[in-house]
């Protein structure tokens, strides 16, 4: 249960308020982006991903961008909920390889 | 939409023992991913199985080898555990072997090393 994010860098956000999490990747050849959402004790469930030929995408309250030339990905989230605490992870792949190379983490709290 | 399963979801072995951890994969995949998550770092890929082979590998040593089956379940072995063994062991689904698109992880199995 308590296997993710000891010593994560941390964002606190007062509910209601807008989010935004950073994500540097490594590989400028890297074609697709997914960002993952972490609870304690369970597994990383998918929030959205982005291809490398699109700048920006938008789910339900959340917005992905993508920045090709600083190599640069971040995550908004509008209207901060408490259910949104979590360790946040963007991951990335590269060409056809099977795997996906996983950032380090942030985690988001949530504050009343 | 999880719907990927895996078991045993705690487990606790001695150094030098042999582990099997199993995965079912969400219904309609036929590619299984197999990741280790250490203590506050992100998830690190082990394997990936698809059409019941081996499809690609990480930097993890031969001890760590695994199984898919025809109906897409999947089984992790680890050999001769080792302390830095301890760690979450996540299994996800997707489709379209090296397609390694929106991956669908499982609850995972925490394993600990004694």
């Known amino acids: 249960g308590e296997s993710v994010g000891l010593h994560l860098p941390t964002l606190s956000v007062q509910e209601g308020d807008n989010s935004i999490i950073n994500c540097a990747y490594s590989?400028?050849?890297?074609?697709?982006f997914i960002w993952y959402k972490q609870e304690s004790g369970k597994g990383p469930q998918f929030i959205i991903d982005?291809?490398?030929?699109?700048d920006k995408r938008q789910g339900q309250r959340v917005t992905v961008l993508l920045n090709k030339t600083v190599k640069h990905l971040s995550l908004q989230i509008a209207a901060t909920q408490p259910g949104d605490s979590a360790v946040y992870f963007c991951?990335?792949?590269?060409?056809?390889?099977?795997?996906?190379?996983f950032g380090t983490g942030t985690r988001l709290q949530v504050t009343l | 939409e999880t719907g990927v399963t895996q078991s045993p979801t705690h487990l606790i072995k001695t150094r030098g023992q042999q582990v099997t951890l199993r995965c079912s994969s969400q219904?309609?995949?036929?590619?299984v991913s197999w990741y280790q998550q250490a203590l506050g770092q992100g998830p690190q890929f082990i394997f990936q199985?698809?059409?019941?082979?081996?499809?690609g590998r990480g930097n993890f040593p031969p001890r760590f080898s695994g199984l898919q089956f025809p109906n897409y379940s999947s089984e992790l072995n680890v050999n001769a555990l080792e302390l830095d063994d301890s760690a979450l062991y996540l299994c996800?689904?997707?489709?379209?072997?090296?397609?390694?698109?929106?991956?669908?992880f499982g609850s995972g199995t925490q394993l600990s090393v004694l």
């Open positions: 219904s309609g995949h036929n590619t």
């Open positions: 199985y698809y059409r019941e082979e081996e499809n």
């Open positions: 590989n400028s050849a890297s074609d697709y």
């Open positions: 996800a689904s997707s489709q379209g072997g090296y397609s390694n698109e929106k991956l669908f």
């Open positions: 982005i291809r490398s030929n699109m």
């Open positions: 991951a990335e792949r590269t060409g056809t390889a099977s795997k996906l190379t």
